[in-house]
Structure formats: C-alpha cells, structure tokens
C-alpha cells in the first residue's frame, strides 16, 4: 500500500460528496415574502376601504340623492330642486342658520381663547402639572349626556348651583334655559367646559415645543407675560392655532347633543334651533327625509367653502 500523496506539505481531505448545505431557492423565496406582505397590506386596505365606504362615503352619496327625491305613499319620484326650495323658503331656516353662527361666535370667543389662556397658565407650573392635565382633562372623558344633565342642573332657576351663587353675591336669579337672552349663552358654557380639555392639552403640548431660548431672550429684551405670549408664544404656534380654529367651526356649526338636552332643541322662541337640530325636525319629527338631506346638502356645502378658504389662506401665508 502506497503512502499518501502529499501536496505543498499537507495532506488533501477527502469529499463526501457535498461542499456544504444546501442553499434554498432565494429568488423563490424572496417572491413569497413580497406576496404575503401585499397581501396582508392590501388586506388591510381593503377592510379600511370598506369600512369608509359603508359608514362616510354611502351615506353622503345617499344623501346627495335623496335631497333630488321625494317619497309619497310609499313611492320616491324625483323632484328636482323643490326640496331645496321648501328649505330656503321656510322661515325656521333663516332662524337656525343665525343661531348657529351666534353659537359658532360665541363658542369661538369663549372655547377658542379659554383652552389656550388655560395652556398659557399650565405652562408656567413646574410641579403637578400632570395631575392639573388630568383635571382639565376630565370633563372629556365624562359622557356628553352626563355633563350636559349635570349643567341643566346647575342651571335650573329653583335650585341650581349658578343661581345660588348669584344669590350669595347678592344678584337677581336668572332665567338660565328659559329665557331667550341667556338660553345661547348658557349652551355655550356648557359646550366649552365640556370640549376645552382636548384642545388645551394640544395647545400645551405646542407650547412645551417652543425653545426656551426665545423666551430668555424675550426677558432680556424686558418682555413681560403678555408680551412674551404675543411676541413669542402666538406666532410659534400659528400652525396649531389656525387648524383648531378650522375645527372648532366645523364642529360648532354641527352642533346638536347641546341644545337638544338642554332646551329640548328648539329653546325659548326658537333661540337654540340649530341647523342641525332643523335636519332632525325634517326627517324624525316631519317625516320629510327630502328636506333633510337637502338641508345637510346646504350645510356640508357652506363647511367646504369654510375649509376652502382655509386652505387658501394657508396657502397665501406659506408663500
């Protein structure tokens, strides 16, 4: 028997047949990967889709359609721009188009500029300033139909809380919900204790951004609070301050639950009909779903060209 052969001073190893494992198909595999991660995106997609389409966008294509219709015994015909033109003649209409824009005011003067004073002043806390969110916070969580019961309490001319403060101040009762000089206001007190803790809390995290660097130098320059809140604080927050305007609109000139709970919709004379509150009338109370539908066909309408002049006015302060 030979010796082994040697080579450069080392012995060869044998084969076994194999140089290692056996590498899988990678281009197979990769193709796999990317169709289970389309499919489950698109799955995903899919779903969300669906839901928008059954509970958003069908109900306003239904709504558009059924402000053209009109259904009488049992049978919908079209009928053109009669709906409309039963909505614009009719006289509760002008009369909840001004309550709402007295609500959309008064809410703006009040809900607009309290949650922002309020985020000013949390700001300046440096200790329990969490426990102080929570308690600004808190009306929100609460439910609408608990906080609205709670202030038709608060407000009721015998017994309630406001009265009996008056009453220590040595002030005439009022007549909170039952008289037309005061019904708005007190929906608007109600609405904006019950909405400011989200939109104070907004502002606080916007303001908590804003370097500290420009309010020393504001200081140095002799800046007091309302100087730094006017000089500092308001144009760094321009961004927050114009989106929150463009929502709170939107959602005062929609509101409803308020006035409904509080002064059963309609109010004294009319005064807390909203147009909202009219759509309800229409199709519940009148059973006339036509004029509904064309009457929130007006206001979707009137809320576009809001949010259009927004997004122009944004656009032209960019530039």
Known sequence: MSAPTLSSGKATRPHHGHAG?????????????????????HGFLIGAVLCFSFFSWYPMVREFILAFQKTENGKTT?????????????????QAWRNTLLFTVLALVFGFAVPFVVAVV???FRHGQGYLRLLV?????????????LFK???????????????????????????TDTAMLSVVIAATWMNMGGATLIYLAALQGIPGELYEAAELDGAG????????????????????????????????????LLTN??????????????????????????????LGLVLLVVLA????VYVRLSRSSED
């Open 305 to 308: 060209g809001v949010s259009a």
């Open 137 to 149: 916070y808190l009306p929100v969580m609460l439910p609408p139909v608990a906080s609205v019961l």
């Open 153 to 179: 309490y608060f407000y009721d001319p015998g017994y309630g809380l406001f009265n009996r403060i008056l009453e220590i101040l040595h002030l005439p009762a009022q007549q909170w919900l039952q008289d």
């Open 21 to 41: 494992p056996t590498r899988p198909n990678s281009a197979r595999d990769e193709f796999l990967r990317v169709l289970r991660r389309n499919i489950s995106a």
């Open 122 to 124: 949390l700001n300046e």
């Open 78 to 94: 079209w009928a053109g721009w009669s709906n409309l033109s039963y909505v614009v003649n009719d006289p509760a209409f002008w």
């Open 265 to 294: 919709g309609a109010g004294p004379e009319g005064s807390t009909t909203t147009v909202v509150y009219l759509i309800y009338q229409y199709a519940f109370n009148f059973n006339n779903y036509g004029s509904a539908a064309a």
């Open 225 to 260: 609070l309302l100087r730094k809140v006017w000089h500092v604080t308001i144009p760094q927050t321009r961004l927050i301050l114009s989106l929150l305007l463009l929502m709170q609109i939107i959602a005062t000139m929609q509101v409803f639950t308020e006035p409904f």
